[in-house]
């Protein structure tokens, strides 16, 4: 093996072990990462890890894009176990389910994408294509489901108007082909099953629910029939 592919492969699987012990970190003690400490646990001077990431910023982006690449390949797995490519209800279901299953999973790595905002962190371009593939799933799924005549535009008076234009900027951007009007209930449904799984993950309803798969699912069933999906 040449040895530029040899210092490729070691440069890639240290990448790799200091993002595990990042993840780690961030399971104990949230977003406050320190690479001088990531560098303690790994047993090297703490100026030999910038030359892995130059600084704490780098290191959360790159926990970032693998967290929504980890969700979107969830999220994607769940759509494609519905066999019945027409079956929208089941579809949408799978997928709420893929969210909440993978955020129970990986609870830190859920907090580092949808809890609070980092302190003086401001997130690059480059996440937001990763972070683009879940909400792409509810794309697929309804425009699957105009193209076979299963959803039909409900028409631009259920919007008012600043909405209508906010949306149709959303719509040409990830959503093509998708009336403004259907847009915004998949919305409402996409914004209700990441507050159901928030509510859950951070202990919004100990003491309240306890049937939390059940109340999860109901939630989402609710929200289907919001949408219009048959």
């Not at 955020?103 to 994408?113: F, I, K, R, S, V």
């Not at 309804?142 to 919007?159: K, N, Q, R, S």
Request: glycine content about 8%.
């Amino acid at each position: 093996m040449p040895a530029a592919s040899i210092r490729a492969r070691a440069r890639a699987e240290m990448i790799n072990e200091i993002k595990a012990i990042a993840r780690r970190h961030l399971a104990a003690e949230g977003a406050n990462l320190s690479l001088r400490a990531v560098a303690r646990d790994m047993g090297m001077v703490s100026s030999a890890i910038y030359r892995y990431f130059p600084s704490r910023d780098e290191l959360l982006t790159a926990l970032i894009v693998d967290g929504y690449h980890a969700l979107g390949d969830a999220v994607e797995a769940g759509d494609a176990e519905v066999t019945d490519r027409a079956d929208l209800r089941g579809r949408w279901l799978a997928v709420c389910h893929a969210v909440r299953r993978w955020a129970l999973t990986q609870p830190a790595e859920y907090a580092l994408l949808f809890g609070s905002p980092v302190p003086g962190y401001a997130a690059p371009q480059e996440t937001t294509v990763a972070a683009a593939r879940t909400p792409a799933a509810l794309s697929r799924i309804l425009v699957d489901g105009l193209a076979a005549g299963i959803l039909t535009d409900p028409g631009p008076a259920e919007l008012p108007g600043p909405v209508h234009a906010d949306l149709a900027a959303v719509r040409d951007h990830l959503f093509a082909g998708v009336p403004e009007a259907l847009l915004a209930r998949g919305a409402a449904g996409w914004i209700h099953c990441f507050g159901a799984v928030s509510f859950e993950l951070f202990g919004q309803l100990n003491g309240v629910i306890e049937a939390r798969e059940e109340f999860f699912d109901h939630q989402m069933r609710r929200m289907v029939d919001l949408i219009g999906l048959p």
